[in-house]
Nanobody
Framework: QLQLVESGGGLVQTGGSLRLSCAAS????????MGWFRQAPGKGREFVAA????????KYADSVEGRFTISRDNGKNTVYLQMNSLKPEDTAVYYC?????????????????WGQGTQVTVSS
Protein backbone atom coordinates (compact mmCIF):
# COMPACT_ATOMS: atom_id res chain seq x y z
CA GLN A 1 0.00 0.00 0.00
CA LEU A 2 0.99 3.56 -0.68
CA GLN A 3 -0.58 6.27 1.45
CA LEU A 4 -0.95 9.74 -0.02
CA VAL A 5 -1.78 12.91 1.90
CA GLU A 6 -2.38 16.22 0.13
CA SER A 7 -1.97 19.66 1.66
CA GLY A 8 -1.70 23.27 0.60
CA GLY A 9 -5.21 23.97 -0.63
CA GLY A 10 -7.12 27.06 0.31
CA LEU A 11 -8.89 30.20 -0.85
CA VAL A 12 -7.10 32.51 -3.27
CA GLN A 13 -8.09 35.39 -5.50
CA THR A 14 -8.05 35.26 -9.28
CA GLY A 15 -4.49 35.58 -10.52
CA GLY A 16 -3.03 34.24 -7.31
CA SER A 17 -0.86 31.20 -6.66
CA LEU A 18 -0.91 28.09 -4.52
CA ARG A 19 1.44 25.16 -4.11
CA LEU A 20 -0.06 21.78 -3.35
CA SER A 21 1.99 19.05 -1.75
CA CYS A 22 1.40 15.31 -1.63
CA ALA A 23 3.36 13.30 0.91
CA ALA A 24 3.69 9.57 0.28
CA SER A 25 4.45 6.73 2.66
CA UNK A 26 4.37 2.98 2.61
CA UNK A 27 5.93 1.69 -0.59
CA UNK A 28 8.74 2.85 -2.81
CA UNK A 29 7.50 6.26 -3.86
CA UNK A 30 10.23 6.79 -6.42
CA UNK A 31 9.03 3.93 -8.63
CA UNK A 32 5.57 5.43 -9.26
CA UNK A 33 4.31 7.80 -11.88
CA MET A 34 2.54 10.56 -9.98
CA GLY A 35 -0.47 12.57 -11.07
CA TRP A 36 -2.77 15.35 -9.98
CA PHE A 37 -6.48 15.30 -10.75
CA ARG A 38 -9.33 17.58 -9.79
CA GLN A 39 -13.06 17.37 -9.36
CA ALA A 40 -15.38 20.35 -9.39
CA PRO A 41 -18.89 20.18 -7.92
CA GLY A 42 -21.22 18.21 -10.18
CA LYS A 43 -18.42 17.16 -12.54
CA GLY A 44 -16.26 14.12 -13.04
CA ARG A 45 -12.68 13.78 -11.94
CA GLU A 46 -10.35 15.22 -14.56
CA PHE A 47 -6.65 14.94 -15.27
CA VAL A 48 -4.49 17.94 -14.41
CA ALA A 49 -0.83 16.90 -14.58
CA ALA A 50 1.44 13.86 -14.34
CA UNK A 51 5.12 13.19 -13.85
CA UNK A 52 7.19 10.07 -14.47
CA UNK A 53 9.12 8.37 -11.69
CA UNK A 54 12.36 10.03 -12.78
CA UNK A 55 10.80 13.42 -13.29
CA UNK A 56 11.94 13.40 -16.88
CA UNK A 57 8.50 13.24 -18.51
CA UNK A 58 5.52 15.42 -17.77
CA LYS A 59 2.08 15.95 -19.22
CA TYR A 60 -0.48 18.67 -18.55
CA ALA A 61 -4.10 19.23 -19.35
CA ASP A 62 -4.55 21.93 -21.96
CA SER A 63 -6.47 24.03 -19.45
CA VAL A 64 -3.49 24.34 -17.10
CA GLU A 65 -0.55 24.19 -19.52
CA GLY A 66 1.79 27.12 -18.87
CA ARG A 67 0.21 27.95 -15.51
CA PHE A 68 0.74 24.79 -13.44
CA THR A 69 3.98 22.91 -12.81
CA ILE A 70 4.28 19.42 -11.38
CA SER A 71 7.50 18.34 -9.68
CA ARG A 72 8.70 15.70 -7.26
CA ASP A 73 11.36 15.20 -4.62
CA ASN A 74 11.98 11.47 -4.30
CA GLY A 75 14.21 12.07 -1.31
CA LYS A 76 11.27 13.59 0.55
CA ASN A 77 8.65 11.24 -0.94
CA THR A 78 6.68 14.27 -2.05
CA VAL A 79 5.11 15.52 -5.26
CA TYR A 80 4.13 19.15 -5.78
CA LEU A 81 1.76 21.12 -7.95
CA GLN A 82 2.65 24.78 -8.33
CA MET A 83 -0.41 26.65 -9.53
CA ASN A 84 -0.03 30.19 -10.86
CA SER A 85 -2.43 32.62 -12.52
CA LEU A 86 -5.35 30.84 -10.94
CA LYS A 87 -8.82 31.26 -12.38
CA PRO A 88 -12.27 30.67 -10.86
CA GLU A 89 -12.64 27.63 -13.13
CA ASP A 90 -9.70 26.04 -11.30
CA THR A 91 -11.91 25.71 -8.24
CA ALA A 92 -12.12 22.03 -7.32
CA VAL A 93 -10.97 19.35 -4.95
CA TYR A 94 -7.47 18.36 -6.02
CA TYR A 95 -6.31 14.77 -5.67
CA CYS A 96 -2.87 13.27 -5.77
CA UNK A 97 -2.54 9.79 -7.28
CA UNK A 98 0.13 7.16 -7.91
CA UNK A 99 0.37 4.78 -10.85
CA UNK A 100 2.50 1.67 -11.30
CA UNK A 101 2.75 2.45 -15.01
CA UNK A 102 6.27 3.47 -15.98
CA UNK A 103 4.96 5.98 -18.49
CA UNK A 104 2.97 9.13 -17.91
CA UNK A 105 -0.73 8.29 -17.98
CA UNK A 106 -3.84 10.48 -17.84
CA UNK A 107 -6.69 8.07 -17.18
CA UNK A 108 -8.00 7.77 -13.63
CA UNK A 109 -8.20 4.02 -14.19
CA UNK A 110 -4.42 3.83 -14.56
CA UNK A 111 -3.84 5.08 -11.03
CA UNK A 112 -3.70 2.66 -8.13
CA UNK A 113 -3.53 4.89 -5.06
CA TRP A 114 -5.32 8.14 -4.24
CA GLY A 115 -5.16 10.77 -1.56
CA GLN A 116 -8.18 12.20 0.21
CA GLY A 117 -8.09 15.50 -1.68
CA THR A 118 -7.56 19.15 -0.81
CA GLN A 119 -9.96 21.98 -1.65
CA VAL A 120 -8.84 24.83 -3.87
CA THR A 121 -11.19 27.78 -4.21
CA VAL A 122 -10.44 30.70 -6.52
CA SER A 123 -12.58 33.78 -5.97
CA SER A 124 -13.40 36.20 -8.77
Amino acid sequence: QLQLVESGGGLVQTGGSLRLSCAASGRTFSSYTMGWFRQAPGKGREFVAALSWSGGNTKYADSVEGRFTISRDNGKNTVYLQMNSLKPEDTAVYYCAASRYSIVVVSTQAYDYWGQGTQVTVSS
